[in-house]
Structures are given as structure tokens and as C-alpha cells.
């Protein structure tokens, strides 16, 4: 079993920064990848970025160089941290694990367990 807790969200205006957390219970033997996707109304969920258990990382396009995905070593703890935020970011974040895909790929369909999700706001 899987579960994870998202914290960290917030309102924040444009060029601000955020931390997410998720704090992992699982099997983590189990857990291939872990991720971050986002959520805006009307539009379909989005990955943000992903690492595996060996610690590679990927992101999407729109996020590369202003976010950062970590994981401690006891890999119970996913953060994301995300800088010089536009409104475009602004959505709810979702922590996702995988214990199905070894190779992590921003596709939601690929994650298995979800956490309920924290809201980011960016204001102009």
C-alpha cells in the first residue's frame, strides 16, 4: 500500500517561489516513481516532474529550469520546489507514486496511487 499527504500550497504572486511536500508512507521497495502533476479548472491533469528510484529526474518543458524535484534518502519525503512562478502555474498539485512503470514518464495514467492534492495560486 501507498499513500502520501501533499502540504505547501498557497497563494503566491508571479515571480514568487513555493515548496511542496509529500510525505511517502509505502512499501517503498515497491515505488518505482514518484511525481508531480498539476491540475488548473477545465484543463486535464498535467505532469510536472518525475524521479525514479535511482534519482533521475525528469520535467516538463514549461517547468524545466524554475522547478526541482528532490527526494530524501530515506525516500520518504517527495518535495518540489518551484521558483519565478507565472499564473500559468497556478492549479492543484498532486503528489503521484508508480508501482507499476519503472521508466518515468509524465503521463497520470502511469501512477497508481495519488495523494488529495494541495492548491497553488500565482496572482499577476
Known amino acids: 500500500q501507498v499513500q502520501q499527504v501533499e502540504s505547501g500550497g498557497g497563494s503566491v504572486q508571479a515571480g514568487g517561489s513555493l515548496r511542496l511536500s509529500c510525505v511517502i508512507t509505502?512499501?517503498?521497495?515497491?515505488?518505482?516513481?514518484m511525481g508531480w502533476f498539476r491540475q488548473a479548472p477545465g484543463k486535464e491533469r498535467e505532469g510536472v516532474a518525475a524521479?525514479?528510484?535511482?534519482?533521475?529526474?525528469t520535467y516538463a518543458d514549461s517547468v524545466k529550469g524554475r522547478f526541482t524535484i528532490s527526494r530524501d534518502n530515506a525516500k520518504t519525503n517527495l518535495d518540489l520546489q518551484m521558483s519565478s512562478l507565472i499564473p500559468e502555474d497556478a492549479g492543484m498539485y498532486y503528489c503521484a507514486a508508480s508501482t507499476t512503470h519503472a521508466i518515468c514518464r509524465l503521463s497520470a495514467q502511469r501512477y497508481n496511487y495519488w495523494g488529495p492534492g494541495t492548491q497553488v495560486t500565482v496572482s499577476s
Open positions: 509505502s512499501e517503498v521497495q515497491s515505488t518505482y516513481c
Open positions: 524521479m525514479d528510484k535511482d534519482g533521475k529526474s
